[in-house]
């Protein structure tokens, strides 16, 4: 069964890390940094595979369209605004639903959506436009869930408007750097490899990348694998003209300071006037504020905004000393106030050290140029949904493909293969393999009529003949002298008058006397 660890619908405020969590894996999401694991759910085997996702960075590269300025953006140049959790759309709830219906487990899924504000601009005469990007997390689609999707959503405040609003997305990187390793101990047997190139292809923790046998210039998907755990992992993009480049892990970016992390400190209270000389204090958070008025014998109270709010470049501190019930407000969200005397705040805790996975994989760049205009003639005008990517679990078996030129491991394609049959549409009739359909046109049908003995005798043959082959549908379109003739056809074909059980004999016959209102269905 899906579970998550917060209410659906529920915006993430406290730091606490969101978990998705299906029949097969968990994924463990910051809420401000995004992917930190990815682990098999507790009741899958004894011993778990536990991947620990560091770097979960992304970066989009766009154009504004009236003014041709090109800009990236990325953790490293916006501003977290949110983190929510919310149920699939409806596109994708009813897809799921419809995948139930021959799963074996529950296909019902939620998202995680951080939210991130990249650019804001002030044309002149003009409403200001703001550029939002939003990272979310899914897990879900019928039984073959392995994974975890990543999707960027790059919109604008005013998606409706052909200039200020109008963007052109240039490139997306979905995976900016990712790098993965074992959180999970080794295992008492290792897989075994029965040639030297599949031992070197089995290198731990190195990604091995398959390339498009159609287009060597690009990508499938990047395996990376740890023998001594006797499992590994996949990243892709689900689209056919994607790069993927190990390389050296760029520097992981401080995680931003919590503006409000003094339990003291009333969030949403501000306090105007009363400021001290040389105020504000910049870069300071409430615990760092609070510290600074307990210090001072001219501060009785103190105000922090954040980063943002008010224009202000950097958390501010406003150390204060008149009465703080006086010209106060209690409707700005991004603001916290709290007086003298402050209780005892424990020290913060100090951050959970991170597991010591050996060897961790380089990093991982996975990237698609989508090249696609986004504004009101958009095919979707509200944003621009760039293609997901997707990370999964995979087992080493003993064995690899000896046609492989990277010696693909037979369990890495079975979690690959399931991972793309989820993204599958047609879902319910691949359940029953395929649906065979006979175009007996093939067989001249036309020419064959059933208004006679003879006539139908041959095309019961043909009836015969494609259920011994199994083949289930046939296209219908013989003669029928009893209804029509092929030469008193008034259409260009001559012969496709016949189409619809010879109905249409009747509607485009020069002698007809056909009526829809009165005439029914041909029955012979």
């Not at 999707?149 to 790059?154: A, D, E």
């Not at 498009?212 to 689209?239: L, M």
């Not at 005008?381 to 087992?395: F, I, N, R």
């Amino acid at each position: 069964m899906l579970a998550i660890a917060v209410s659906l619908g529920l915006s993430i405020a406290n730091g606490a890390p969101v978990t998705l969590s299906n029949d097969l894996v968990t994924a463990t999401i910051d809420p401000r940094l995004g992917l930190t694991g990815l682990a098999d759910a507790a009741e899958t085997q004894p011993a778990q595979r536990v991947l620990a996702v560091s770097n979960d960075s992304w970066a989009a590269t766009v154009a504004d369209t009236a003014t041709s300025a090109l800009a990236t953006y990325s953790p490293a140049t916006c501003e977290w605004v949110s983190t929510t959790t919310s149920p699939l759309n409806a596109t994708e709830a009813a897809t799921a639903a419809t995948l139930a219906a021959t799963a074996a487990t529950a296909a019902t899924a939620v998202a995680a959506t951080i939210r991130w504000s990249c650019a804001t601009t002030y044309p002149t005469g003009q409403l200001p436009v703001e550029r939002f990007v939003d990272v979310t997390y899914t897990l879900g689609r019928g039984a073959a869930t392995g994974f975890v999707s990543k999707t960027l959503t790059l919109s604008s405040s005013r998606p409706h408007s052909a200039t200020a609003g109008a963007f052109f997305v240039a490139t997306v990187d979905v995976w900016a750097g990712i790098v993965l390793a074992p959180a999970s101990p080794a295992t008492t047997t290792t897989t075994t490899t029965p040639t030297a190139a599949a031992a070197a292809a089995a290198v731990a923790g190195e990604w091995v990348v398959q390339k498009n046998t159609y287009q060597a210039q690009f990508d499938v998907a990047a395996f990376v694998r740890f023998p001594a755990q006797g499992w590994g992992a996949f990243a892709s993009i689900a689209n056919p003209f994607i790069s993927l480049t190990p390389g050296a892990a760029p520097p992981q970016p401080p995680g931003p300071d919590d503006p409000f992390d003094s339990p003291n400190c009333r969030v949403g209270t501000n306090h105007v006037g009363g400021d001290l000389p040389g105020m504000p204090i910049e870069g300071k958070t409430a615990r760092q504020c609070e510290a600074l008025c307990a210090a001072s014998a001219d501060c009785d109270h103190y105000v922090t905004i954040a980063k943002g709010c008010d224009h202000e470049p950097a958390n501010g501190c406003y150390l204060k000393r008149e009465g703080a019930g006086d010209n106060s407000t209690s409707d700005n969200p991004c603001t916290c106030l709290a007086a003298k005397p402050f209780a005892p705040t424990p020290a913060p805790p100090a951050p959970p050290a991170p597991p010591a996975p050996t060897p961790a994989t380089p990093a991982l760049h996975g990237s698609y140029a989508p090249g696609m205009p986004q504004g009101p003639d958009a095919p979707h005008p509200a944003a621009h949904v760039a293609e997901p990517g997707v990370l999964g679990l995979t087992s080493l078996t003993a064995y690899y493909f000896a046609g492989s030129s990277t010696g693909l491991n037979t369990g890495e394609r079975l979690a690959f293969v399931d991972c793309v049959e989820a993204h599958h549409l047609d879902g319910p009739s691949r359940a029953s393999k395929t649906v065979k359909v006979n175009v007996a046109w093939d067989e001249n049908d036309y020419q064959i009529d059933v208004g006679t003995a003879a006539g139908r005798t041959d095309y019961k043959r043909i009836i015969d003949m494609n259920a011994q082959l199994g083949v289930t549908h046939v296209v219908y379109e013989p003669q029928n002298t009893l209804h029509g003739s092929l030469h008193n056809t008034t259409d260009g074909w001559g012969w496709e008058g016949y189409v619809r059980y010879s109905l249409l004999t009747r509607v485009l016959s020069r002698s007809s006397t056909y009526s829809r209102l009165t005439d029914s269905r041909l029955t012979d």
